[in-house]
């Protein structure tokens, strides 16, 4: 793994692409690895990061929750499953609600692949994430 990845909080493979995603923990990055050769594909740093998570991968984006704060960081994939570039920020609105300390922590995707579920360690509630205009 890069030298700049201070922790990795989970590592999740995509068989289209042959990428290893991995949240960056408290390092604010996330890391695309091609799983064959092991070298970097991609790599993005998450201005105002908390600390970077859990990862769910769809059919057109991966999801990352940052546990510290109430929103997901979305990388759209092109139909092959490699990043096309675009990364932006998902606000986890209605049912969620960012705890103090310790907040989204899980996220997978759910039958029919329109939605993920975020489940809140300091508060043992999972709440459905709509990412409405954004890839999934």
Same mark, same amino acid.
């Given at each position: 793994?890069?030298?700049?990845?201070?922790?990795? &909080?989970?590592?999740? +493979? =995509? %068989?289209?692409?042959?990428?290893?995603?991995?949240?960056?923990? *408290?390092?604010?990055?996330? @890391?695309?690895?091609?799983?064959? !050769?092991?070298?970097?594909?991609?790599?993005?740093?998450?201005?105002?990061?908390?600390?970077?998570?859990?990862?769910?991968?769809?059919?057109?984006?991966?999801?990352?929750? =940052? &546990?510290? @704060?109430?929103? #997901? $960081?979305?990388? %759209?994939? =092109?139909?092959a499953g490699r990043p096309v570039g675009q990364v932006s920020s998902l606000?986890? $609105? /209605? =049912?969620?609600?960012? !705890?103090?300390?310790?907040?989204? *922590?899980?996220?997978?995707? #759910? !039958?029919? /692949?329109?939605?993920?579920?975020?489940?809140?360690?300091?508060?043992?509630? &999972? +709440?459905?994430v709509c990412p409405v205009g954004h890839p999934g």
């Amino acid at each position: 793994m890069a030298a700049e990845t201070t922790a990795a &909080s989970e590592v999740l +493979c =995509d %068989a289209r692409s042959g990428l290893l995603w991995v949240p960056g923990g *408290n390092g604010g990055d996330i @890391t695309a690895y091609d799983a064959e !050769p092991g070298a970097e594909a991609f790599r993005v740093v998450v201005a105002d990061a908390g600390f970077l998570n859990d990862i769910a991968l769809t059919r057109q984006a991966v999801y990352v929750t =940052d &546990s510290f @704060t109430d929103a #997901l $960081t979305v990388v %759209a994939l =092109d139909g092959a499953g490699r990043p096309v570039g675009q990364v932006s920020s998902l606000l986890l $609105t /209605g =049912d969620y609600a960012q !705890p103090e300390g310790f907040g989204a *922590n899980g996220i997978r995707e #759910l !039958p029919g /692949g329109d939605l993920v579920l975020v489940s809140g360690r300091s508060t043992s509630r &999972s +709440c459905a994430v709509c990412p409405v205009g954004h890839p999934g």
